[in-house]
């Protein structure tokens, strides 16, 4: 008996969500056939007993879903706030952590960037006075060879030497020295 009015059930549903008749004919339909159904079923207290169980075990499976339901809900929102907890947290520290990083690296950019520019003041000075040096140097061999060459004069009053020595090293005046 269990097994039929499982089936019967079973069956009634599996009817319901396949039905190829409009709402109001499945109705009619399904209320003439249940009450067929109803006639030819005995009308005893083991009938309605069963009935009472499914529909209690039906209620409290209802009931222990609906608790897991919450449950579940409960679990989500606490793991949901967890995480949130857990993600504040770590933007926090990558926060502090950037924050830590970038201050260890002005402090230690800081004597490097001192020392570089002090190098750089070092070398152009060392520049400016090496060439200070160089242009006294230049200028005091420039008085040397001037005082040290002066131009001999000829008795028709031009130089044995050209206007500019170190331009034409090579240079003899034909005036003076007509040989060559």
Do not use: H
């Not at 006639?39 to 039906?58: F, M, W």
């Amino acid at each position: 008996m269990n097994n039929f009015l499982k089936g019967v059930l079973f069956g009634a549903g599996v009817g319901l969500l396949i039905a190829p008749m409009r709402g109001q004919e499945m109705r009619n339909l399904l209320t003439q056939r249940f009450n067929e159904l109803r006639g030819s079923l005995p009308e005893s207290d083991q009938l309605n007993q069963y009935t009472q169980q499914v529909t209690n075990r039906v209620s409290q499976s209802a009931n222990n879903l609906k608790g897991y339901a919450q449950q579940a809900a409960s679990t989500v929102r606490n793991s949901a706030s967890n995480l949130t907890s857990i993600a504040q947290n770590a933007a926090t520290t990558v926060k502090q952590t950037t924050q830590d990083v970038t201050d260890t690296t002005k402090q230690a950019a800081k004597p490097v960037v001192q020392n570089t520019v002090d190098t750089a003041k070092q070398t152009a000075q060392n520049a400016v006075d090496t060439a200070k040096q160089t242009a006294q140097n230049t200028a005091d061999t420039a008085k040397q060879s001037a005082a040290s060459e002066k131009p001999k004069t000829t008795t028709t009053g031009t130089t044995d030497t050209a206007p500019f020595p170190s331009a034409y090293p090579d240079y003899v005046n034909p005036e003076t020295n007509p040989k060559r």
